[in-house]
T-cell receptor, first 119, second 115 residues
Framework: AQKITQTQPGMFVQEKEAVTLDCTYD???????LFWYKQPSSGEMIFLIY??????QNATEGRYSLNFQKARKSANLVISASQLGDSAMYFC????????????????FGKGTKLSVIP | GAVVSQHPSWVICKSGTSVKIECRSL??????MFWYRQFPKQSLMLMAT?????????EQGVEKDKFLINHASLTLSTLTVTSAHPEDSSFYIC???????????FGPGTRLTVT
């Protein structure tokens, strides 16, 4: 079973509107972290927002907020007031404690959602 | 902020040759570095995890003899693609975990094309 599921291969949003990108996850760990990254066409991975499994408040970073529903195992990204520069691939990722002899804390990525902002 | 560099940013090589990609943490020490591969329109797939001073741990299906990883210092890890073939053409991204904060930072990636 996939650990991170992003069901929207592509999304369109009108400029200045809000958009929600879906992410569900699967883990049996009690302690884990959820991340969202933006990848523009240049390829660099840009960190957007982080939510810890024990955080009671939903994370917010500027125009980005994470709608964390622990019981449903979902961590949706909400982008408010979309801008043309938001057009990119968006990846949801999870960090579990992976004891591969080194406690490496690997990140597992979803397949991504391509967001296109329409002027 | 924490910066991770990769060199080269892009490389074209002939089939059968070897290519070395460097990943450096510029302003922090990284006990752990991760190497990912990303094919066009796909997600990042973890190839291996390297810890400073020890052998890398490879993910299932990744050939350790083909993708040689060396993590000789707290700021440098290298990935060598040996006897490269066209199917190795991909975008390779490293990330480094800060030994102090445990935060993970990504490099800008290296685009490898094997002709």
């Amino acid at each position: 079973a996939q650990k991170i599921t992003q069901t929207q291969p592509g999304m369109f949003v009108q400029e200045k509107e809000a958009v929600t990108l879906d992410c569900t996850y699967d883990t049996s760990d009690q302690s884990y972290g959820l991340f969202w990254y933006k990848q523009p066409s240049s390829g660099e991975m840009i960190f957007l927002i982080y939510q810890g499994s024990y955080d009671e408040q939903n994370a917010t970073e500027g125009r980005y907020s994470l709608n964390f529903q622990k019981a449903r195992k979902s961590a949706n990204l909400v982008i408010s007031a979309s801008q043309l520069g938001d057009s990119a691939m968006y990846f949801c990722a999870m960090r579990e404690v992976a004891y591969s002899g080194a406690g490496s804390y690997q990140l597992t990525f979803g397949k991504g959602t391509k967001l296109s902002v329409i002027p | 902020g924490a910066v991770v560099s990769q060199h080269p940013s892009w490389v074209i090589c002939k089939s059968g040759t070897s290519v070395k990609i460097e990943c450096r943490s510029l302003d922090f020490q990284a006990t752990t570095m991760f190497w990912y591969r990303q094919f066009p329109k796909q997600s990042l797939m973890l190839m291996a995890t390297s810890n400073e001073g020890s052998k890398a741990t490879y993910e299932q299906g990744v050939e350790k003899d083909k993708f040689l990883i060396n993590h000789a210092s707290l700021t440098l890890s290298t990935l060598t693609v040996t006897s490269a073939h066209p199917e190795d053409s991909s975008f390779y991204i490293c990330s480094a975990r800060d030994r102090s904060s445990y935060e993970q930072y990504f490099g800008p990636g290296t685009r490898l094309t094997v002709t």
